[in-house]
């Protein structure tokens, strides 16, 4: 344990799509734990300037996760790893006509056939002298369902059952846990908060959105010792919108 601080020093974290907002945010909070953090995206310049941004000690990997083995690869120079952290994903809106198949396959591989692959290669990359952490990135959609997003919604939800599924698997080495954030200030979430930002703040009892460091601390959170009792679980970060 750790009596009760927040110390990740000298562990080793791969962050997916980690030249995002919400990437970026938490790689910073991971680092100032003390924690080795390799970013992994499919921008190589934005990629690059992440990792310009947060310093030498940052590891950088290219990928897609397009298979297990591509993930395998990515993760492999930065030896095995403690933890892990997908964010990698598309956010789409789609239309319910001749075009929804299109966008659903995108954006289901996109957003979940790649965590299915993250988690196959985590399995094999994770460390085995110690407990290590696995977190996924899902969304209030999954649950809330979204008016605009019907693909989305359902690769979201179906991360959850994947979050389920692999903290039975990957148990006692491994905690596997879920997050859910609702809305956040972010380049990915600005259309849709400019369209629907007024309707959605109404549910929120916080009345704001999130910001993407209040998404870094419950999954640096989830990554510590802190959380050394808690796996399948899926926290939703949503300011109060949705309750019990």
């Known amino acids: ?5 927040l110390n ?8 997916t799509g980690g030249a995002g907002a919400l990437g970026t945010a938490t790689a910073t909070l991971l680092s100032r734990a003390g924690a080795r953090v390799v970013l992994v995206d499919n921008d190589a310049e934005r990629l690059a300037n992440t990792a ?3 310093g030498p000690s940052t590891q950088v990997a290219l990928s897609g996760l397009e298979s297990v083995d591509a993930c395998r690869s990515a993760f492999a120079a930065a030896g095995p790893l403690d933890g892990l952290v997908h964010f990698a994903g598309v956010y789409q809106a789609d239309q319910l006509d001749h075009t929804l198949v299109e966008v659903w396959n995108r954006v289901i591989f996109a957003s979940l056939t790649t965590a299915a692959n993250v988690g196959a290669a985590f399995a094999s990359a994770r460390r085995s002298d110690r407990r290590t952490s696995l977190v996924f990135v899902s969304s209030l959609a999954a649950t809330s369902g979204s ?7 359902a690769a979201k939800a179906g991360l959850i059952g994947l ?7 990957l148990a006692p080495e491994s905690l596997v846990n879920c997050i859910a954030p609702g809305l956040v200030h972010s ?3 600005a259309a849709a908060i400019k369209t629907q930002g007024a309707a959605m703040l109404a549910r929120v009892p916080l009345q704001r959105f999130a910001l993407a460091d209040e998404i870094a601390g419950p999954v640096a959170f989830l990554m510590s010792d802190l959380a050394s ?3 399948g679980q899926t926290l939703r970060i949503d300011g109060g919108a949705t309750m019990g």
């Open 1 to 5: 344990m750790t009596n009760g601080t």
């Open 8 to 15: 990740l020093r000298l562990r080793t974290i791969a962050i």
């Open 52 to 54: 310009k941004r947060l």
């Open 147 to 153: 008016l605009t997003h019907t693909s989305y919604s």
């Open 163 to 169: 979050t389920r599924s692999l903290a039975r698997r």
């Open 187 to 189: 380049p990915m979430a």
């Open 229 to 231: 009792y808690i796996t």
